[in-house]
């Protein structure tokens, strides 16, 4: 981190430690996350799709039908009243797709806060329908022209806005990426996930689900539904990776299967680079999961086996949405949809008693416009 962030950073992770013990802090945060946010979600039986495949019971974690139609929003309310409790009246954020961006406007708005996102001029190009949201919602969208053009390009500007506005402004990390105390941050905003999924479960079977599936961008959305059941050692988990054209540096995000340790943005993770340790660039058909390194923490649960990482490609995932969309009613965004694909590929090798926890962090509408350019119609 640059040397003027370090005390900002312990700065936040004092008053992060203080709000996790003062029951005050909690209450706020439990009441938005239920009557502002829509907690809790369902836990949903897709029984069709189940039947389809002729295996496993699958069941959907309904994050797709918070307000602003994804999981974000747990982080953001989380990190909004943390800043306000730190006195912040200004937040900084990036976005790829702008799920995270509208999702930051949105509490800013709630808060009465002034906020600034940065986005990647090509993301902005691509995600139009969210530019317009977040200009709607108050915010200031600056297009970012360095580099890329995509999301690593806008977390550099937003970095610089941080370093020069700090005394006013909280940088609201999107996932679980970012120097401490943000990765463990982020995990414990949406541990929610998990906690509610793992008592619904309990309520509905009566047992521990077999296997959990989530996709893995930065990591929130994954960690959060894993994190309440890494002691449940029979309780397999698959975080799914961008598999995107190819395997071929570039044409994928998948840090597991090309990438290597290295740091970006403050974490030392495995990092999609070249072979002389430049940053790579990545593809994927979903802008939430196009991103060069991966949240630590599950550098960490793939180095101890706890974990398996695998990719599901663009192909793989547009195919799994029009699936979930006929089977159920459900259109999902392209990011759950990679999660979908490989259960696709296992539910039909487990037994019909066994259970398959699916996280649906998100809904489709924002990719109509791709789900169309792909002619999947
Ligand atoms: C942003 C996003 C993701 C990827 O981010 P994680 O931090 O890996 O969860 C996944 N799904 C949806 C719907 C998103 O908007």
Not at 58 to 72: F, N, Q, S, V
Not at 294 to 322: I, M, N, T, W
Not at 353 to 374: T, W
Request: hydrophobic share 40%; proline share 4%.
């Amino acid at each position: 981190m640059p040397e003027t962030l370090m005390h900002p950073v312990e700065e936040l992770t004092e008053a992060f430690q203080a709000a996790s013990r003062d029951a005050k802090f909690q209450a706020e945060l439990a009441h938005l996350l239920k009557h502002f946010a829509g907690r809790p979600t369902p836990l949903f039986h897709a029984r069709h799709l189940s039947e389809h495949l002729g295996g496993a019971q699958i069941y959907l974690k309904r994050e797709d039908l918070l307000h602003t139609g994804a999981h974000k929003i747990n982080n953001c309310l989380g990190q909004g009243l943390l800043a306000q409790r730190l006195g912040k009246t200004r937040l900084v954020a990036e976005t790829g797709a702008g799920q995270h961006g509208v999702a930051t406007a949105t509490v800013a708005a709630l808060l009465g806060m002034d906020c600034t996102v940065y986005m990647g001029e090509e993301d902005m190009a691509r995600q139009a329908p969210n530019v317009f949201r977040m200009r709607l919602l108050g915010a200031e969208v600056v297009g970012v022209a360095s580099g890329s053009k995509t999301l690593k390009d806008a977390i550099n500007e937003g970095m610089r806005d941080w370093v020069t506005n700090v005394s006013n402004t909280h940088y609201l990390m999107g996932s679980v990426l970012g120097p401490h105390p943000y990765p463990l941050m982020v995990r414990e905003f949406q541990r929610i996930i998990g906690q509610e999924a793992r008592e619904q479960i309990l309520t509905t079977t009566r047992q521990l689900p077999d296997l959990l599936v989530a996709c893995v961008g930065g990591g929130s959305n994954s960690i959060g539904l894993f994190y309440d059941f890494i002691p449940d050692r029979e309780v397999k988990m698959v975080g799914v990776e961008a598999g995107g054209r190819s395997l071929s540096l570039g044409e994928h995000a998948a840090r597991f299967a090309g990438g290597r340790p290295g740091v970006l943005h403050g974490a030392y993770t495995y990092v999609l680079q070249t072979p002389d340790g430049l940053i790579s660039n990545t593809h994927s058909v979903s802008a939430g999961l196009d991103y060069a390194a991966v949240g630590p923490e599950h550098s960490a649960l793939f180095r101890q086996g706890r974990v398996e990482y695998c990719h599901a490609s663009d192909e793989e995932a547009l195919e799994a949405a029009r699936l979930l969309a006929r089977m159920e009613g459900i259109i999902p965004a392209l990011e759950p949809a990679h999660a979908l694909a490989e259960v696709v590929k296992r539910a039909p090798r487990l037994g019909r008693e066994q259970i398959i926890m699916v996280n649906l962090s998100g809904r489709g509408d924002k990719d109509l416009g791709i789900f169309q350019q792909a002619g999947i119609l």
